[in-house]
């Protein structure tokens, strides 16, 4: 191998070598600013529907909100009693239902409280909760 190819080969391996660091380190002060920015959008009120829609069936589901998936449960007539969660179940994902006093998961059995606390398992973790509000004829949510 001659001097010149012999520090072409050196070089290109430092340079491979060294990719992988500056990639993580762009990589996670980029996670670190897009974590940021989804704290504060958590932080605020999301518009979720209508009350109209609300009290149509006394249920809202919600898949794709700016925070995710939202199930509100209530009416505007006793807007104190709004529950909202995020409707997937805690053990495999599955939309749960809310069954007149709880949710519960039809895949496989799991039943949660009106406060998203596990009731029955294989669930063993809550659902996630939100803090509800209507305004202007909107049904609002807000991570706690």
């Not at 191998?1 to 070089?11: A, D, L, N, T």
């Given at each position: ?111 949660f409280g009106a406060n998203g606390k596990v009731k029955n398992g294989p669930a063993e973790k809550p659902l996630r909760t939100y803090l509800t509000k209507i305004e202007a004829g909107s049904v609002f949510v807000?991570?706690?």
């Amino acid at each position: 191998m001659k001097r010149r190819e012999f520090f072409q080969w050196v070089g290109l391996s430092l340079l491979a070598s060294s990719l992988p660091i500056a990639f993580a380190a762009l990589t996670s002060e980029d996670d670190t600013l897009a974590s940021s920015v989804s704290n504060k959008a958590a932080k605020d009120w999301h518009k979720i529907g209508s009350v109209a829609q609300l009290d149509k069936t006394g249920q809202l589901l919600v898949e794709n909100s700016a925070i995710g998936g939202v199930l509100v449960v209530g009416t505007s007539k006793k807007p104190n009693n709004l529950i909202a969660v995020r409707p997937n179940c805690t053990h495999q994902g599955c939309t749960v239902e809310w069954k007149s006093d709880q949710f519960a998961c039809p895949c496989h059995g799991s039943r949660f409280g009106a406060n998203g606390k596990v009731k029955n398992g294989p669930a063993e973790k809550p659902l996630r909760t939100y803090l509800t509000k209507i305004e202007a004829g909107s049904v609002f949510v807000r991570s706690v």
